[in-house]
């Protein structure tokens, strides 16, 4: 008999709030997280918007000699790792320990480390550069001081699949806990790459929003004025359990896990295919992995980076998916409001679904002002609104054609 895989803990940190219940808050509120950038001297940028997470003391959640050894993203990951084990109320004993792993992904992990050690290599040669550079900088340090913080001995691992990383990550554990290899997962993803050269290069590419006059108005998915995407950063971290432990032990249950689908596009390194083929791929997959018909899900997720690639050939893929259903579907985009997280973006839209299914309501996609005619789906545009949803779907695409997308289910016990 196949396990069965619930969410009980859901930890956010996001430019619109930090903490689950502040970020969603805020969502529902439609509120952008967008601002001026503040963490480096825009001068001669061309882009100067980002989300930046405001007001965040890594010192709350890691010992002050410990915070010098981790990037941005890392503190990140732990602060959204105890939102979520608090939300569990789930302590890691011995018995539990060896079955109970992480796995968090980031796309670029520490940039900020990368340039701040460099430059001390520039300026001082190589003994300015920090013992702690390495771990302080490694895709795999935040499951590896999140394991360490909660004495997680099970499967360890991270992706770096680009903005895919933390969808994979939680659907690579939620198969984890399927299959009898952990009984828990703290998976989700992470990132911090809103930095001279992280903007820089994005920015290079002509990728980012240049509505700089207008920040909380720049990221504005399936609009026709769009003009890139807003980098974002955070955490977006799941606690995943085997659903008889999680009853045993009383834990509240949020929704269930039951589909996950990865595809590549093999076409090019950063658009995806003019028929939208490996974004159709990943999500019948994933319907076929729930074996859940197009017609029983409600709400979607959107990757919706605001790009005019990807949000036109997002709805064409739906649209080829859910056939005539895909009128009836509700579509959002909360990167709206809280920008792209790049490779932490998985797992923050995974933890705001279930949030989605817990409290029956849609979060907006705001700054719709003029549909695009080429998207032309329900994006509960501009204004959260209660709904009766049963599944929840939520998309990832990331640079080099890879896909990946989860099924969560609503929890009735």
């Known amino acids: 008999m196949t396990r069965r895989v619930v969410v009980t803990g859901v930890g956010l940190v996001s430019a619109v709030g930090i903490g689950t219940e502040e970020t969603w808050r805020n969502l529902l509120a439609g509120q952008s997280g967008v601002a001026l950038i503040t963490h480096f001297d825009t001068k001669g940028y061309a882009v100067t918007i980002a989300a930046e997470v405001k007001g965040f003391d890594p010192h709350q959640y890691v010992e002050k000699k410990e915070v010098k050894k981790m990037g941005l993203f890392i503190q990140f990951a732990l602060a959204a790792s105890q939102f979520a084990m608090e939300q569990a109320q789930l302590k890691i004993g011995p018995k539990l320990a060896e079955r109970a792993g992480v796995y968090i992904g980031s796309g670029i992990g520490g940039f900020d480390v990368i340039e701040r050690e460099h430059t001390a290599l520039m300026q001082g040669g190589p003994r300015k550069v ?41 659907g690579d554990s939620f198969k984890l ?18 930095t001279p050269l992280g903007v820089g290069g994005f920015a290079s590419m002509r990728a980012l929003s240049t509505r700089n006059h207008e920040p909380a108005k720049a990221s504005r998915p399936f609009d026709r004025d769009r003009d890139g995407f807003v980098i974002g950063e955070g955490a977006g971290i799941v606690i995943l359990e085997e659903m ?100 932490g973006a998985g797992g923050l839209e995974a933890g705001i679904s279930v949030l989605a299914l817990r409290d029956q309501i849609l979060p907006p996609t705001i700054n719709l002002e003029n549909p695009d005619p080429d998207c032309d789906l329900d994006y509960v545009p501009n204004q959260s609104r209660k709904a009766t949803i049963e599944y929840a779907l939520s998309n990832s695409f990331g640079f080099g054609g890879t896909n990946a997308a989860l099924l969560f289910k609503r929890y009735q016990g």
Request: hydrophobic letters at 45%; proline letters at 4%; glycine letters at 10%.
């Open 130 to 170: 920090s013992p702690f550079f390495i771990p302080a900088a490694i895709v795999n340090l935040a499951s590896g001081f999140v394991s360490i913080r909660w004495g997680a001995k099970g499967p360890n691992s991270a992706t770096c699949t680009a903005c895919s990383s933390s969808s994979h990550a939680v």
């Open 177 to 194: 806990i399927q299959r009898g290899a952990a009984d828990v997962m703290i998976c989700g993803g992470a990132e911090a790459a809103i």
């Open 244 to 343: 008889g432990l999680a009853l045993k032990r009383g834990a509240p249950i949020l929704a269930e896990v039951v589909g996950y689908g990865m595809s590549g596009d093999a076409f090019h390194i950063t658009a995806p295919a003019e028929d939208a083929d490996g974004a159709v791929r990943v999500m019948q997959s994933t319907l076929a992995d729930a074996n859940v018909l197009p017609e029983q899900v409600e709400y979607i997720n959107a990757h919706g980076t605001s790009t005019p690639y990807n949000d036109r050939l997002e709805t064409l893929a739906i649209k080829k998916v859910f056939g005539a259903h895909a009128a009836k579907l509700a579509v959002s985009s909360t990167k709206s409001m809280t920008g792209h997280l790049l490779g």
